[in-house]
């Protein structure tokens, strides 16, 4: 599974970051960045679950 986050749309809430930072990370512009592209099988499931909750809606999965 991949995952993408939409500069554009991230506001910088950190919620992604809270649920899953070993694959979020804040950047230094305030903004989430995404440490692990390819996400690891064990995190899928939290990975899925911060797409749902991003408030932006900017993080893709596929
Ligand atoms: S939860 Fe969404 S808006 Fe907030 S930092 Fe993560 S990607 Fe950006």
Redesign the pocket.
Known sequence: MKVT?DDD?????????SLCPEV?D?GDDG??VVETPDVPVEFEDVVRS?AG????R??TVS
């Not at 749309?9 to 970051?17: N, P, S, T």
């Not at 909750?53 to 932006?56: D, I, L, Q, S």
């Open positions: 986050v749309r991230c506001r910088g809430h950190g919620v992604c970051c979020f804040i903004y989430a911060a909750m991003c408030p932006e900017a993080i």
